[in-house]
Nanobody, 114 residues
Framework: QVQLVESGGGLVQPGGSLRLSCAAS????????MGWYRQAPGKQRELVAD???????RYADSVKGRFTISRDVAANTLYLQMNSLKPEDTAVYYC????????WGQGTQVTVSS
């Protein structure tokens, strides 16, 4: 079971970009799936994107074409590149590892506002 630490959140204007990182305390080589959830105030947690050990990805319809998930096995790090950000992307973003989920990060706040 790895420990996960997110970084890269912050305040950005609509149309801007952010890249979230999720650093794992150990090797992610054999982790079957890793991904990102988000939770906005008053809303349920929502799957944003995930990636399998084989490199297959899937995205929520709301972020397709704007977000890209990737992972660097050598660096034990998961990424989420977020472009063309919208106010409705505002949320706390959490990374996770494993399925069933065995590890969660602490979350990083993303705020999209002018």
């Amino acid at each position: 079971q790895v420990q996960l630490v997110e970084s890269g959140g912050g305040l950005v204007q609509p149309g801007g970009s952010l890249r979230l990182s999720c650093a794992a305390s150990g090797s992610i080589f054999s982790v079957v799936v890793m991904g990102w959830y988000r939770q906005a105030p008053g809303k349920q947690r929502e799957l944003v994107a995930d990636i399998t050990s084989g490199g297959s990805t899937r995205y929520a319809d709301s972020v397709k074409g704007r977000f890209t998930i990737s992972r660097d096995v050598a660096a034990n790090t998961l990424y989420l590149q977020m472009n063309s950000l919208k106010p409705e992307d505002t949320a706390v973003y959490y990374c996770y590892a494993g399925w069933p989920v065995s590890s969660w990060g602490q979350g990083t706040q993303v705020t999209v506002s002018s």
